[in-house]
């Protein structure tokens, strides 16, 4: 059975900086493309970010960029987002997410495993 705990979220002022991590296990995690999302009140899950199995591709929404960092630790079993000069806007569930495949993308159908998410809210 696969499993992937997310956590480091919370409440923080904008402008600051958190950092989420997710744990795998049952899975042979480092050939499996990894992807967090986030879900607003009211709006539909989006795609953040996708690292492959690897480390070596990324992929980002574009409003993020240059904020956010995702990144891997294959020797840990652990994906990582590091998530730097919040906006209020930014507020919502963080859901990391482990692909089928080699590279997950942006996609949500092609990512067969979910965490249970993590609350992440940025205030004004």
């Known amino acids: 059975q696969v499993q992937l705990v997310e956590s480091g979220g919370g409440l923080v002022q904008a402008g600051g900086s958190l950092r989420l991590s997710c744990a795998v296990s049952?899975?042979?995690?480092?050939?499996?493309?990894m992807g967090w999302f986030r879900q607003a009140p009211g709006k539909e899950r989006e795609f953040v970010a996708a690292?492959?199995?690897?480390?070596?591709?990324?992929s980002y929404r574009d409003s993020v960029k240059g904020r956010y960092t995702i990144s891997r630790d294959n020797a840990k079993n652990t994906v990582y987002l590091q998530m730097n000069n919040l906006k209020p806007e930014d507020t919502a569930v963080y859901y990391c997410?482990?692909?089928?495949?080699?590279?997950?993308?942006?996609?949500?159908?092609?990512?067969?495993?979910w965490g249970q998410g993590t609350q992440v809210s940025v205030s004004s």
């Open positions: 690292i492959s199995w690897d480390g070596l591709s990324t």
């Open positions: 997410a482990a692909s089928r495949e080699y590279i997950g993308g942006n996609s949500q159908g092609r990512y067969g495993y």
């Open positions: 049952g899975r042979t995690f480092r050939t499996t493309g």
